[in-house]
């Protein structure tokens, strides 16, 4: 309930900024089936399309819940899909939560598996596994049995979002749409599955080396039984609520500098330098002079800058 509230709250916010003007026409032009309801305005439009606006609106800005240790956000591909077909199936939230559990216990394994190689390999590990997160949701929601959403899953692997790292690329605003595009994916993925459609079954030898050079299968079933008890959860493993509008990995280095600047009374005239240690894939994110604000939120000068001279958490907490 909490991840499905949190997800709520970045969709209602995303709905206001960046592009959700422009991808809110575009759903709105296509027509359909009515489907699902288009938050938080209540037109109505086909599901596959309501989880393309919703996973948009959630992911521009980096707002959204993350499982660091699988470099993914869960919330923005899975609750979208869970709430469109729940809706178009007119199901309540005692079908909705486990479909929402399940489609964060099989992203994440996933993602653990080829952690942290995939990112450093260039793929945008959010897409990526998202799309995988949003088939099995809406898998369970259509009632696939284990071969069937076994198939979905192959098949979204082979119509995975491939976009890289360049997301965070200064003068684009594409990257609001990877959210989208991966709740979509894996919804065509679960679709295509109920009507008959086969997909890869072979995910250690067949898809694991092709995202990463360096990965982990056993993590996949890592914490369960022979007999298919669960001893370990990933929804209950350290998914983090985020408080800043910015990339994730720069939360720690935030918090520091928030801390020292108000234990110490530090003016930003004072400053001459800030120096962070961090690990490798924070200092990717290094931008000096950003030109937009989608490239601001990835930028670690930019956002350290903004607290020292505020002052303010609130000044990195929303659009």
Known sequence: RQRILDTLGCMVAGYHAGIADAIRSYVLAQGGAREATLLPHGQKTTAALAGLAHGSYIHGLELSDAAPRATVHPGKEIVPAALAYAERHRVGGAAMLPAV????????????????????????????????????????????????????IGIVMNLLPATTTRANEEGQSFKWLIGGHACGSGLLAAEMA??????????????????????????????????????????????LTKYYA?????????????????????????IDEIEVECMQRLALFDTRHPENELAARASLPYCLAVAACTRDRSQLLGP
Do not use: K
């Open 246 to 270: 910015t990339v994730g990995c720069m939360t720690v280095a935030l918090d520091e500098t928030f801390d020292l600047i108000m234990q110490h009374d530090i003016n930003a005239r004072e």
């Open 194 to 239: 109920a009507r008959g459609a086969t997909g890869m079954r072979d995910i250690v030898n067949a898809w694991l080396p092709v995202i990463s050079d360096e990965y982990h299968a056993e993590r996949l079933t890592e914490g369960i039984s022979s007999e298919g008890a669960f001893e370990q959860w990933e929804l209950l493993s350290g998914i």
């Open 101 to 152: 559990a399940a489609g964060y216990e099989v992203e994440i394994r996933i993602g653990r598996s080829v952690f942290p190689g995939a990112f450093y390999r260039g793929w945008w590990t959010p897409g990526v596994f998202g799309a995988i997160g949003s088939a099995v949701t809406a898998g369970y929601l259509l009632g696939l049995d284990a071969t069937r959403l076994s198939d979905a």
